[in-house]
Structure formats: C-alpha cells, structure tokens
C-alpha cells in the first residue's frame, strides 16, 4: 500500500503542489489533505492569526475567560 500524496500551497508561485512536483521547503505551507485545504492555507492561516491576536488581547486586557 502507497501512502497517500500530500499536497502543498507554495507562497512563490501561488499554486498547490503534490510531493512530487513541489518545491523549495522554504516557499511551503503544508502538507494539507486535500487539494483545496491547501488552495486555502492563506486564508486559514490568516484566520488563525486573528483568533489567537484576539486571545492575547482577551488576555493581556484581563478579559480572558479560560
């Protein structure tokens, strides 16, 4: 059984890649599932950042609930 390809968003050249034809590590995000998680991975990436800028603000305001 092979393992199943992996895909990539390269942040160069703006395209998903596979493990077959990706390139420098550098220029990655990933691995992703999927192809279209990591036609997103600017998009999540973006996301995360602002709930965890939120959390530190939550936090560093003392309005943290955790």
Do not use: C, I
């Not at 393992?3 to 990539?8: G, I, K, L, N, S």
């Not at 997103?40 to 609930?65: I, K, N, P």
């Amino acid at each position: 059984m092979g393992e199943r390809t992996q895909f990539w968003f390269n942040v160069r050249t703006r395209k998903v890649q596979t493990d077959w034809d990706k390139g420098q590590a550098r220029e990655l995000m990933g691995p992703y599932a999927t192809a279209e998680e990591a036609e997103g991975a600017l998009t999540s990436a973006s996301r995360r950042t602002e709930e965890w800028d939120e959390q530190d603000r939550r936090w560093r305001d003392g309005d943290d609930e955790s």
